[in-house]
T-cell receptor, first 114, second 115 residues
Framework: QQQVKQSPQSLIVQKGGISIINCAYE??????FPWYQQFPGKGPALLIA?????SEKKEGRFTISFNKSAKQFSLHIMDSQPGDSATYFC?????????????FGKGTKLSVIP | DSGVTQTPKHLITATGQRVTLRCSPR?????VYWYQQSLDQGLQFLIQ???????AKGNILERFSAQQFPDLHSELNLSSLELGDSALYFC??????????????FGSGTRLTVV
């Protein structure tokens, strides 16, 4: 059972454009929604995260939009740059009994072309 | 450098063998998580240790086991290896205090190839 569904699988965006990646979750007990960025040969790196009590969080060119009723959240990358080319993973967790295991989406490979 | 150290970076071994992957968490982090990343399954949670004790278990096979030592480093043991165990294995560490998730820091992973 895939608890976090991510789309699209791959995305090609022109430099300066907006990249949008979407995720949907099923478990309403999730209370923490991070996005990770992974470059080839590296581990995932935390990019930005949100909790369900806010609808949007912005950090620089990266914005998370969160829709609790629809159980969806998305990552927007404004002014996309070639250096943003990487695989992006959404994830969700619930902090029960001190464990914050993450359930990841399948990932989106973003290519930003000059 | 994320501060989470994983060794070795690459491992090639034969089916049926046993290997040990090692992880040193960031200084001060008490929790260590192990994840498996494969092309078809994506990133899957295997197991978590907190200050030496097992805290949560995910999709970890019975052939796999882990432990966290008093100095907080962790080892993931994989035995009776099969071709399908070939994957990237990541360790992550975090500080978890009073229910607040400060976010994970992942290591660079160990690429395991079973031939």
């Amino acid at each position: 059972q895939q608890q976090v569904k991510q789309s699209p699988q791959s995305l090609i965006v022109q430099k300066g454009g907006i990249s949008i990646i979407n995720c949907a979750y099923e478990n309403t007990a999730f209370d923490y929604f991070p996005w990770y960025q992974q470059f080839p040969g590296k581990g995932p790196a935390l990019l930005i995260a949100i909790r369900p009590d806010v609808s949007e969080k912005k950090e620089g060119r990266f914005t998370i939009s969160f829709n609790k009723s629809a159980k969806q959240f998305s990552l927007h990358i404004m002014d996309s740059q070639p250096g943003d080319s990487a695989t992006y993973f959404c994830a969700a967790s619930m902090g029960g009994a001190g464990s914050y295991q993450l359930t990841f989406g399948k990932g989106t490979k973003l290519s930003v072309i000059p | 450098d994320s501060g989470v150290t994983q060794t070795p970076k690459h491992l090639i071994t034969a089916t049926g063998q046993r290997v040990t992957l090692r992880c040193s968490p960031r200084s001060g982090d008490l929790s260590v998580y192990w994840y498996q990343q494969s092309l078809d399954q994506g990133l899957q949670f295997l197991i978590q240790y907190y200050n030496g004790e097992e805290r949560a278990k995910g999709n970890i096979l019975e052939r796999f086991s882990a432990q966290q030592f008093p100095d907080l480093h962790s080892e993931l043991n994989l035995s009776s290896l099969e071709l399908g165990d070939s994957a990237l294995y990541f360790c992550a560490s975090s500080v978890a205090i009073d229910g607040t998730n400060y976010g994970y820091t992942f290591g660079s992973g160990t690429r395991l190839t079973v031939v």
